[in-house]
Structure formats: structure tokens, C-alpha cells
T-cell receptor, first 112, second 112 residues
Framework: ELKVEQNPLFLSMQEGKNYTIYCNYS?????LYWYRQDPGKSLESLFV?????AVKQEGRLMASLDTKARLSTLHITAAVHDLSATYFC????????????FGTGTRLKVLA | DAGITQSPRYKITETGRQVTLMCHQT?????MFWYRQDLGHGLRLIYY???????DKGEVPDGYVVSRSKTENFPLTLESATRSQTSVYFC???????????FGPGTRLTVT
């Protein structure tokens, strides 16, 4: 059974600081996705990571994937208040399936 | 409107009633999904569909029924609603297994 764990579950940080959110998964996968969810809203796609060593960056967010370690990171650089949201990673079992398994989410609060 | 829509957006119903949540997408995506989101559980897959007339169970299918007679529609029916089905329900679609999923705006369902 594929399990996806994120940590931390809650993160409160000051504006301007850097931090990393971790996503660990339990079985082989070469596809990982990051989503953002604002309170009361739907999920918005941030990054699609499709191979070992993949790195994607958008603004102050950078995501990477290490399939050997079964680990993805979402790094936040010089946080701003607008990044406050809940971030989810989602993993798909290796080829042949199309089901996502979501992590429980990391609730990020950036303090001004 | 282009994209993925859900209706109703909010619904209050009584225990034992049948409820149908609608999902419509305009992209002709093959894959469609229903999730429920509850505090402490993240997003859990209820049912999914790889194409019209092809559906399968996800992690938490009990008490739910789906159908997919047309590619663009994927209704979710609660045959006899229970309080434990109070949740936010998200529909999602994607074109291929490798693509990210696009989520609808969600339906907040309360069962009294």
C-alpha cells in the first residue's frame, strides 16, 4: 500500500525566511505532483515532477524529486504572506495506474 | 464555460436521502475522479473513471455510486446519505496518466 507523508504538518514562518517541506512516499513511483490550496478553495497545480532528479521552479517555490530516496522537497525562498496556503504532494504508483495518493498536506502560514 | 464545474456548490440534506453531485468538464479528458476532503485525512479517492462506461473504486467507495455515460460528465450519487458523508467533495480530470489533474471548485455537503 502506498503511503505518502508530509512534514511538517503545520509551518509558521516569518516573511523573508527560507524553509523546506518534505514529502516521503513508501513505494516505487516516478511521478509526483505538488498542489496548493487556499482556504475554502480548490486545488491548484504547482509542479509536475516526472523523473528522478527533476527540479522545477516558479517564483519563490522550487520542487525536486529523488525517486531513489522516495523523497520530494518543496523549498520556499524568502517567504511572503501570499504564499500562505496548504500544500499537498501527490504520488502515483509506477506506470500502469492513474490514481493519485495525496499526502495529508502542510499548512503554511507566513507572518508579516 | 471552459474547464471543470461542479454543482451544486453547497448542499444540505437529511440522513437517508439520496443526493447526486454533478461534475462536468469541457476538455474531453479521459480520466475523471471524485475525492472527499476531511480534516485530518487530506484528500481520499472515492471513485475514478478512465473513459466513458469505465469506472472503478478508489480508497473509500462505500455508500457512493458513480456512472459515466458521457466523457464530459461524472456524477456521484450518495444512495442513502449518512452524517459521516458530510465533507467537501472535489471532482478532477486529466488528459493522460502523466498530466497533472485539474480540480473543480468543490461541493460542500452537509448531512443532518
Amino acid at each position: 500500500e502506498l503511503k505518502v507523508e508530509q512534514n511538517p504538518l503545520f509551518l509558521s514562518m516569518q516573511e523573508g525566511k527560507n524553509y523546506t517541506i518534505y514529502c516521503n512516499y513508501s513505494t516505487t513511483s516516478d511521478r509526483l505532483y505538488w498542489y496548493r490550496q487556499d482556504p475554502g478553495k480548490s486545488l491548484e497545480s504547482l509542479f509536475v515532477l516526472l523523473s528522478n532528479g527533476a527540479v522545477k521552479q516558479e517564483g519563490r517555490l522550487m520542487a525536486s524529486l529523488d525517486t531513489k530516496a522516495r523523497l520530494s522537497t518543496l523549498h520556499i525562498t524568502a517567504a511572503v504572506h501570499d504564499l500562505s496556503a496548504t500544500y499537498f504532494c501527490a504520488v502515483v504508483l509506477s506506470s500502469g495506474t492513474y490514481k493519485y495518493i495525496f499526502g495529508t498536506g502542510t499548512r503554511l502560514k507566513v507572518l508579516a | 464555460d471552459a474547464g471543470i464545474t461542479q454543482s451544486p456548490r453547497y448542499k444540505i440534506t437529511e440522513t437517508g436521502r439520496q443526493v447526486t453531485l454533478m461534475c462536468h468538464q469541457t476538455w474531453s479528458h479521459s480520466y475523471m475522479f471524485w475525492y472527499r476532503q476531511d480534516l485530518g485525512h487530506g484528500l481520499r479517492l472515492i471513485y475514478y473513471s478512465a473513459a466513458a462506461d469505465i469506472t472503478d473504486k478508489g480508497e473509500v467507495p462505500d455508500g457512493y455510486v458513480v456512472s459515466r455515460s458521457k466523457t464530459e460528465n461524472f456524477p456521484l450519487t450518495l444512495e442513502s446519505a449518512t452524517r459521516s458523508q458530510t465533507s467537501v467533495y472535489f471532482c478532477a480530470s486529466r488528459a493522460t496518466p502523466e498530466y497533472e489533474q485539474y480540480f473543480g471548485p468543490g461541493t460542500r455537503l452537509t448531512v443532518t
